[in-house]
């Protein structure tokens, strides 16, 4: 699950960079890079947050 | 002494030209020719008259006998009036950004005292030495290699006389484009890198860099084992924090954004809301996850209970302080006082305090009407989070923008406590994520909103001609680059600090164990206790989630 959240969080950034390289619509790539910062904030609070929750320390 | 003044006109005209001359012909690093022609007819005060009457209106002290003469048997020369008009601009662009620099080294003692209020007195020791030992470990890092991995390729800078020395940048030449990644000169300040500007540069982006070291201790208090934080600081300061200060401010490719791509003027951060708060944020929140919260901050429903910190003077003196340093921060980042729109310092200094108060204000009215209160704790994240939020735009932007930022930013930092608090369970004893996290993104987006389009540092910014514009302002591009940025935060940034300290966390350990935590953390892991004359509060697991606080509650 934590590598799962880590490759999200990098590929939100890939998704924002590559929207420089597809396209030169200044909206397309604010469009890419909105969806880029979301996939990333979906893998740090989705995946690595809810991998640490599942373990806290008030759940044991 | 009519005479007198008509002499000092021509020749204020005469020093006055030939810069402009000098300043069309790069490089300026060349000394003028002793050779020139020679300046007469000026007389200065005699150093009798001095001695006699002393000069209690300062009529006699700097004038043309103070103008350093190369060639005492040729006499002053227009040469020495440039070269003297050379260094008095530079000497006063040093001498501000040194100042600024040890108003923001201050701010240390700002962080060191808001944290150390924020958290309970049992693990107060503990927490003012990793604010205090981020300064040393930061500095070690950022000597060693951060500080040329961030600005090794960033000359040349004007108002520091060039720092010609640091010219070598690693360039990725990817896809058709060049993707500037990292500076390669002036590790461990060595070689060239002995350079009068270069050391300025070097103090004045150390204590930056040291700035978001001590974010990181805030968000993990009270359950950080010390020798961790002190691999992780080095990593933060030697590293990571450098890539983004490099890709940002040291001609990187995030601010060739808009010379490469087309994106209004590349990414824009003034002062760093996004170079040091949220990258200190970021990386405060990767390690408050995996440390996981204190005991007894959630109950076995996952309802939290507030924590409170021990003492609230240190809390709002700290907020001070640290608004008091700020005013190195962002006016100091024009780099100088003298040159390339440097002036524009007043509007910068009072963009700061404006956004500050404003910042400060939403808080406590949003605590009150939410609450019931006025909440001394959050007012004070308010003021930080306004000041934090303006730190990017403060350059950019007129003091209306600045109201607005800040404004946005107190209610910004009330809702994301929330959310870190009772949504995401990710404990944060001081508010450092919110403050410095998620106002942080805020202010390197609102450049791409509220720039204006009216500053001019020398007539360009990361090498595209003009001025900076907000998508308010008819520039959408700029808010694209600014987007790029934030996603660049929270994609490598916070992702570089993830694994960093997870490594860290297999290596060495994250988190104290759970009897030292809970008896505090002062001798388990400092050896001495804060307030040895105080009684102190030590707890056991019975009673970890009943005596912390109240249960946090809406109304």
Redesign the interface.
């Known amino acids: 699950m ?1 590598i799962a959240g ?1 490759l999200l ?9 590559a ?3 597809l396209t ?1 619509s ?2 397309m ?2 469009i890419f ?2 969806a ?2 979301a996939l ?2 979906s893998g ?2 989705g995946f ?2 809810q991998y ?2 599942a ?5 044991r | 002494m009519r005479r007198k003044h008509v002499h000092y006109t021509r020749l204020l005209f005469a020093v006055l030209g030939l810069t402009a001359a000098l300043s069309v012909v790069a490089p300026m690093r060349v000394k003028a020719e002793t050779g020139s022609t020679t300046v007469t007819g000026v007389t200065a005060p005699a150093s009798a008259d001095i001695a006699a009457k002393g000069d209690p209106g300062a009529e006699m002290t700097g004038t043309v006998s103070d103008v350093t003469i190369a060639d005492t048997k040729q006499g002053l020369t227009l040469a020495d009036l440039a070269n003297q008009a050379g260094q008095n601009k530079i000497a006063i662009n040093f001498v501000w950004t040194l100042v600024a620099g040890f108003l923001v080294m201050f701010m240390q003692a700002g962080f060191a005292i808001v944290e150390t209020g924020l958290i309970r007195a049992k693990s107060a020791n503990h927490t003012m030495m990793m604010n205090f030992m981020v300064y040393g470990l930061g500095l070690f890092a950022y000597w060693v290699s951060g500080f040329a991995i961030q600005m090794g390729g960033s000359a040349p800078i004007a108002n520091l006389g060039g720092v010609y020395p640091l010219n070598s940048e690693y360039v990725l030449n990817l896809f058709g484009k060049p993707w500037p990644l990292f500076g390669m000169k002036g590790f461990f300040l060595s070689g060239t890198s002995y350079d009068v500007g270069v050391m300025v540069l070097f103090l004045f982006q150390m204590v930056f860099m040291d700035t978001t070291t001590t974010i990181v201790t805030g968000s993990c208090a009270e359950r950080w084992k010390y020798s961790a934080f002190c691999v992780s600081t080095i990593g933060l300061g030697a590293l990571i924090y450098p890539l983004f200060g490099n890709w940002a401010w040291g001609c990187g490719w995030l601010s060739q954004l808009g010379a490469n791509f087309g994106l209004g003027h590349g990414y824009c951060d003034f002062a760093g809301s996004g170079v040091v708060h949220a990258v200190g944020g970021l990386t405060g929140l990767a390690v408050a996850m995996q440390l996981g919260p204190r005991i007894g901050k959630y109950n076995r429903d996952g309802s939290p209970n507030a924590i409170p910190g021990h003492d609230l003077s240190y809390v709002l003196l700290g907020c001070f302080i640290l608004a008091f340093g700020w005013f190195g921060f962002n006016p100091g980042s024009t780099l100088g006082a003298s040159g390339n729109g440097a002036l524009r310092i007043g509007s910068i200094a009072v963009n700061t305090m404006l956004a500050g108060c404003t910042g400060s204000f939403a808080a406590l009215l949003y605590m009150w009407i939410r609450y019931g209160k006025p909440d001394a704790s959050m007012a004070g994240n308010g003021l930080l989070a306004g000041l934090v939020a303006i730190t990017a735009p403060s350059g950019f932007v007129n003091s209306l923008a600045a109201v607005i930022i800040g404004w946005v930013a107190g209610i910004l930092v009330c809702v994301g406590v929330e959310f870190f608090d009772r949504v995401a369970k990710v404990d944060d004893p001081v508010g450092a994520m919110s403050v410095h996290g998620l106002n942080g993104l805020w202010g390197v987006l609102s450049v791409g909103l509220f720039a204006d389009g009216r500053s001019n540092y020398g007539g360009s910014w990361n090498g595209v001609a003009g001025s900076v514009k907000g998508l308010f302002y008819g520039d959408a591009g700029q808010l694209v680059a600014q987007l790029i940025g934030i996603a660049t935060l929270v994609g490598v940034i916070f992702t570089l600090s993830f694994l960093w300290n997870w490594l860290v966390d297999v290596i060495v350990g994250q988190r104290c164990n759970p009897k030292a935590e809970l008896a505090g953390l002062d001798i388990p892991e400092m050896g001495a206790l804060c307030y040895p004359d105080f009684q102190l509060k030590a707890q056991d697991y019975a009673s970890a989630s009943s005596n912390v606080g109240s249960p946090v509650s809406s109304k």
């Open positions: 934590r880590v969080v990098v590929g939100g950034w890939l998704l924002a960079v929207g420089l390289l030169t200044t909206f790539r604010g890079a909105c880029g910062i990333s904030l740090i609070f690595l947050n640490y929750l373990r806290a320390i008030w759940k």
